[in-house]
């Protein structure tokens, strides 16, 4: 901005629109395939002529008509340096738009993963990352698929996960410590992909916590943080605050992406990317899209990223 106000360069920027909605992994930075991708950028840069160069992966869980995929470069006074630039971005995209994320198992395929990890289980515990209710992309944090599933599968094994229900919480908070309740649980706030669940336990915590009116509901080896407000557990201390030792959980369920991937590292012996139903899901063919444009990939079967052809 200084540089343009003293005349010393004249910016003239570019921006393509690409049809692509997913691809590439992780869409992280430091790991491939973005990686290369990002450090091309920075040796474009490297160039007098060029000012700057950007790439924007997309916030999948946006229903809006101008969702996808973004490259932008700004050249000195070039407008066709900078639409090269921005289609080379754009073309290294595309190319690897199938490289996979990693993959995600159900819950009940979560629940036998952990409960085959005996010996690590001993040194630590697992994590299921609730990927379709990261609370970080702007979902409730009301999920039920994994409760629903430890509830069937998996109420023996010591797991602690974190629920949003401010009707079920303030109810809940009627109740002493040591007594049981009964609790209809979710499908409140999110009532596209969520469904409610009966839980009963028994209450071994309770306290106003930044999260509001918060309990622990526990029914067998089940330990149901229930809160007025989303958790997205992106520490350690989202639990051991609350009294819950990690190293006697087999199973700690958490409601982001990334960020537990290297805050929980002391603890977590097994990472399992658990898929559900929810807001924030990774498969785009799972998501109620109603505005985006199409033709888009991988909805649509199309052979370039831009629009016109």
């Not at 040194?123 to 609730?130: A, L």
């Not at 509901?217 to 407000?229: S, T, W």
């Not at 199973?251 to 097994?270: E, G, M």
Request: with cysteine; glycine share 6%.
């Amino acid at each position: 901005l200084i540089r343009t106000m003293l005349g010393e360069i004249e910016p003239v920027m570019v921006m393509n629109k690409m049809r692509l909605l997913k691809g590439g992994g992780m869409n992280i930075d430091l790991i491939p395939p973005f990686r290369k991708i990002f450090r091309t950028m920075k040796k474009m840069e490297r160039d007098d002529e060029v000012v700057s160069v950007s790439f924007f992966p997309v916030h999948l869980w946006i229903d809006d008509p101008e969702l996808g995929y973004t490259t932008i470069a700004i050249a000195d006074g070039k407008r066709e340096l900078a639409q090269q630039k921005a289609d080379e971005i754009a073309d290294m995209a595309w190319a690897v738009r199938d490289v996979p994320q990693p993959a995600g198992n159900t819950p009940e395929e979560a629940i036998e993963i952990a409960r085959k990890k005996r010996f690590a289980r001993r040194f630590g515990t697992t994590v299921f990352c609730d990927v379709s209710d990261a609370v970080g992309t702007g979902t409730p944090g009301e999920s039920t698929w994994i409760l629903k599933a430890l509830l069937e599968k998996g109420s023996d094994l010591t797991s602690y996960l974190t629920l949003r229900d401010e009707q079920a919480a303030n109810q809940a908070w009627q109740f002493k410590i040591g007594e049981t309740v009964h609790l209809s649980l979710g499908g409140k706030i999110d009532t596209v992909y969520n469904q409610p669940v009966q839980y009963s336990g028994e209450i071994i915590f309770k306290e106003e916590t930044n999260f509001g009116k918060t309990l622990i509901i526990k029914h067998d080896g089940i330990h149901l943080i229930l809160a007025e407000l989303p958790m997205a557990s992106r520490e350690p201390s989202s639990f051991k605050d609350l009294g819950l030792s990690l190293w006697k959980a087999d199973i700690v369920v958490v409601k982001n992406l990334f960020p537990f991937r290297y805050r929980f590292i002391l603890y977590n012996r097994q990472t399992v990317n658990v898929m559900t139903p929810g807001f924030s899901n990774t498969d785009p063919f799972g998501l109620n899209f109603q505005h985006i444009p199409r033709p888009i990939y991988p909805l649509d079967e199309i052979n370039s990223w831009r629009i016109s052809e």
